[in-house]
């Protein structure tokens, strides 16, 4: 029985089920999923997930992200990647596509950190000190790739980060589309290391307030979904890689209602 809207239905915790097989608890890892999902949507501190769910110390073992003393379960192990790699394959298909995409989307986003977060800087461009989540999307809106890092690297250098993180996993892939600000020399850097055409769209001449641009806004768009998600409206995560870990989840949610029955 679901006890928050956030719950995983039984058709949908089907459709991930199986990548905890052969992974019996006392606890049920459903309800550690719901309570790392809770934790997404609502930007609660692990001490503060309500009673309901599992103990938060068991919840957060096995998403933890202390360096040392705890042993990063599901994300050391790249289950909750992989379950957001299947997802999208699903998602793809179900609207009637190719689970390899030709056409990609990159953008990046600055976001403040917490004072215990690690690897952060400043953005002298956005004047954000933080962390800087540098994305590639699908024309749907789900993530191919992200890389998070600190917020000082320029684009073009966080750029070539979630591009060979993109490198050998989509082979109909073919073009890129970016903003101005990754013109210059990455796009010869995108042909001759990644084999990607990275086409720069401009904004519209003579036109100097808001415009959607297309194709682009598709991308911006996904960047705009994790301000739903209170834990992605700052960057509370002590290391980058479970960051990427919060952003999976969100998704792997927001993908699960796209296919829900």
């Known amino acids: 029985?679901?006890?928050?809207?956030?719950?995983l239905t039984d058709s949908?915790?089907?459709?991930?089920?199986?990548?905890f097989v052969?992974?019996?608890?006392?606890?049920?890892?459903?309800?550690?999923?719901?309570?790392?999902?809770?934790?997404?949507?609502?930007?609660?501190?692990?001490?503060f997930l309500p009673t309901n769910y599992p103990k938060w110390q068991l919840v957060y073992y096995y998403f933890g992200f202390a360096q040392h003393k705890y042993f990063r379960r599901w994300t050391a192990e790249g289950i909750i990647e992989e379950i957001h790699a299947c997802l999208l394959k699903l998602c793809?298909?179900?609207?009637?596509?190719?689970?390899?995409?030709?056409?990609?989307?990159?953008?990046?986003?600055?976001?403040?950190?917490?004072?215990?977060?690690?690897?952060?800087?400043?953005?002298?461009?956005?004047?954000?000190?933080?962390?800087?989540r540098h994305i590639v999307t699908d024309t749907m809106g789900l993530i191919l790739a992200i890389v998070i890092h600190s917020a000082d690297i320029q684009d073009r250098?966080?750029?070539?980060?979630?591009?060979?993180?993109?490198?050998?996993k989509y082979p109909r892939l073919k073009k890129i589309l970016a903003d101005g600000g990754y013109k210059g020399a990455l796009i010869e850097w995108t042909l001759a290391v990644c084999g990607w055409t990275l086409e720069i769209v401009a904004k519209v001449a003579g036109i100097s307030t808001f415009s959607v641009?297309?194709?682009?806004?598709?991308?911006?768009?996904t960047?705009?979904?994790?301000?739903?998600?209170?834990?992605?409206?700052?960057?509370?995560?002590?290391?980058?890689?479970?960051?990427v870990a919060m952003v999976h989840l969100t998704m792997i949610r927001i993908m699960l209602n796209r296919i829900k029955i």
Not at 109 to 115: A, E, I, N, P
Not at 126 to 131: A, D, E, N, T
Not at 213 to 221: A, T, Y
């Open 1 to 7: 029985m679901r006890k928050y809207p956030i719950d």
């Open 12 to 19: 949908q915790w089907a459709k991930i089920a199986s990548f």
């Open 22 to 47: 052969n992974r019996k608890r006392k606890h049920s890892l459903r309800e550690i999923v719901n309570a790392l999902l809770y934790v997404a949507k609502t930007g609660i501190q692990w001490r």
């Open 92 to 132: 793809r298909r179900k609207a009637g596509r190719n689970e390899s995409p030709s056409l990609g989307l990159l953008d990046s986003q600055s976001v403040k950190t917490s004072c215990i977060t690690q690897e952060k800087g400043y953005d002298a461009g956005k004047k954000v000190s933080g962390r800087k």
């Open 157 to 168: 250098d966080g750029a070539k980060l979630v591009l060979k993180e993109l490198q050998h």
């Open 213 to 221: 641009i297309p194709k682009r806004w598709v991308v911006e768009r």
């Open 223 to 243: 960047l705009g979904w994790f301000n739903f998600n209170r834990r992605l409206a700052k960057d509370y995560e002590v290391l980058p890689e479970c960051s």
